[in-house]
């Protein structure tokens, strides 16, 4: 198993400028969340899905886009980045349960993906 | 909200001696905990996590954890540290059954093992 992968390694974006962070997973893990760590503040949840076609927002929504079509994929998009979201976007996975809240797995993070917004 | 604490950002320990890593945490119902590693440009590893049972847990690479309910504490330890320890650790809550609730992390505390 690859685990939970994440593109692209490292990007620089210009202020304005919109891309996809992708995450992939072939666990057949049915919860997905995407964090950003900013130094001094941990982990911090954007959103997350509990299955394919079901999303919602974490603590840190604003500015950030998801969809969950795929069991194995959960992109992140950033509509207009901003300096504000420069950070390290972590990609995480857990089993879940049907329809619900992961409460005692243990989640699979992705290596990370970091990003800087001029 | 739940939310959890860890009041060092740095611990420094030297090879061979006992370290600890504090974590208290505070929950409105039962508390799942969690620490997680994370090695330089690494993703977060889990360590160790407590759900019910026993209050000592044993998780990896020789480190464990004490669920302290009194004192809503989660302090990782490790009897004998080792300079490939260095790393930032983290400590994550989340609320206990019945609950859908997310998992929230401490800003995290580096340890630092040196010879």
């Known amino acids: 198993n690859a685990g939970v992968t994440q593109t692209p390694k490292f990007q620089v974006l210009k202020t304005g400028q919109s891309m996809t962070l992708q995450c992939a997973q072939d666990?057949?893990?049915?919860?997905m969340s995407w964090y950003r760590q900013d130094p001094g503040m941990g982990l911090r949840l954007i959103h997350y899905s509990v299955g394919a076609g079901i999303t919602d927002q974490g603590e840190v929504p604003n500015g950030y886009n998801v969809s969950r079509s795929t069991t194995e994929d959960f992109p992140l998009r950033l509509l207009s980045a901003a300096p504000s979201q420069t950070s390290v976007y972590f990609c995480?996975?857990?089993?879940?349960?049907?329809?619900?809240?992961?409460?005692?797995?243990?989640?699979?993070f992705g290596p990370g993906t970091r990003l800087t917004v001029l | 909200a739940q939310s959890v604490a860890q009041p060092e950002d740095q611990v420094n320990v030297a090879e061979g001696n006992p370290l600890t890593v504090k974590c208290t945490y505070s929950v409105s119902g039962n508390p799942y905990l969690f620490w997680y590693v994370q090695y330089p440009n690494r993703g977060l590893q889990f360590l160790l996590k407590?759900?019910?049972?026993?209050?000592l847990v044993k998780g990896s690479y020789g480190f464990e954890a004490e669920f302290n309910k009194s004192q809503t504490s989660f302090h990782l330890k490790k009897p004998s540290a080792l300079v490939s320890d260095s790393a930032l650790y983290f400590c994550a809550v989340r609320e206990g059954a019945g609950t859908a609730s997310k998992l929230t992390f401490g800003t995290g505390t580096r340890l630092q093992v040196t010879l």
């Open positions: 995480a996975s857990s089993y879940g349960l049907a329809g619900g809240y992961p409460l005692t797995d243990t989640q699979y």
């Open positions: 666990m057949n893990h049915e919860y």
């Open positions: 407590y759900i019910t049972g026993d209050n």
